[in-house]
């Protein structure tokens, strides 16, 4: 049964995304986060199997978010996706060497959905 996070500052596409996962991922727990800082309390708190943030949110972004999910030890087996709404070479290239799992286009949600039922 995988614990899923969703990390997303756009509360209607968060929320879609969760129910989404929630109905295509068979036994999944879903829970969701609005910005980089509440994800690190849901993190240490809940310990999540997967993460799916996205990228350019206020505050603490998705890049700062994965860095300080791999710095640290309790949290550093966590996988993590990393998703934008624009489709950058830039973005993907830098996700992966910060330690992602992928890179997935927003609109692509049975993308993401396929991802976590493959690993």
Do not use: W
């Amino acid at each position: 049964m995988p614990k899923i996070l969703i990390v997303e500052d756009e509360s209607d596409f968060r929320f879609t995304l969760a129910a989404y996962i929630e109905q295509s991922v068979p036994g999944s727990t879903v829970t969701v986060a609005a910005d980089g800082a509440s994800a690190l309390e849901q993190l240490i708190r809940d310990r999540p199997d997967f993460v799916i943030s996205d990228i350019q949110m206020p505050g603490m972004n998705g890049f700062a978010l994965l860095r300080t999910i791999k710095r640290n030890p309790d949290l550093s087996a966590v996988q993590v996706y990393m998703m934008n709404g624009t489709n950058g070479v830039f973005f993907n290239e830098h996700a992966t060497r910060l330690g992602a799992m992928g890179f997935i286009l927003k609109g692509k949600i049975q993308t993401i959905c396929e991802k976590l039922v493959s690993t």
